[in-house]
């Protein structure tokens, strides 16, 4: 089980000493939610932000472009360390852009929004290195898990399975101690956890705390 902390719930001041802290429990990747308003309502994570945290760490960095201009955004967002680019299929044509990730030779993932059905990226799924379902609407942290997209996650699971694709399977949003255990007997790979990891004040024990139920 791989554990992504999402940095949207850090703040600039914090981004530096968050990340040491969180190196220290050996996560896998740094989530990074990039939002520019035209997806969804809010702003977060311009691309000097992402320099700061880049600058801080060698771990890999997780871009999640909540944006409907993903593949204008790539260029910056992979020069400032980006190394896995995942995009809203609701707001790409999932060709192009799997077509634009890997001419950067970079990793790339498509997100599916809770009320999208998992149809909208089965033609892609022996392309891609990520598949990211979203257990909350995007835009926000701290919101409360919804369950019901956990039926696409099993759904996945099965194809993925079935085909051996070489893909992984993630979840984000409202993950935390409670909520994880629905997510991992689904069948996840990754789990991007905010709130519930950086809101802590033991952060490296949240992260134990999650690979524990992850174990069960």
């Known amino acids: 089980m791989k554990i992504a902390p999402s940095m949207l719930a850090s703040k600039p001041e914090n981004y530096v000493q968050d990340v040491q802290i969180l190196e220290k429990a050996n996560v896998e990747w740094f989530h990074i939610d990039v939002l520019d308003g035209t997806f969804t309502d809010t702003y977060a994570f311009p691309v000097e932000h992402l320099e700061i945290i880049n600058n801080a760490t060698d771990f890999p960095m997780d871009i999640h472009l909540m944006t409907n201009h993903a593949i204008e ?101 409202g993950i935390n101690e409670k909520t994880a255990p629905l997510a991992f007997e689904a069948g996840v790979d990754v789990v991007v956890c905010g709130a519930g990891i950086l809101y802590k004040d033991d952060m490296i024990q949240a992260v134990e705390d999650l690979r524990a139920l992850a174990s069960k």
């Open 73 to 173: 955004s790539l260029p910056k967002y992979i020069e400032a360390g980006g190394d896995m680019l995942t995009a809203h299929v609701e707001a790409v044509n999932p060709r192009k852009y799997i077509d634009a990730v890997k001419k950067h030779d970079k990793m790339v993932g498509l997100a599916i929004n809770p009320d999208t059905p998992l149809s909208s990226i089965i033609d892609y799924i022996d392309e891609l290195d990520r598949i990211l379902v979203m257990t909350v609407v995007p835009g926000k942290t701290g919101q409360s898990f919804i369950e019901y997209p956990l039926s696409k996650v099993r759904e996945a699971r099965a194809l993925i399975d079935k085909h051996q694709y070489n893909v992984e399977l993630c979840v984000d949003g």
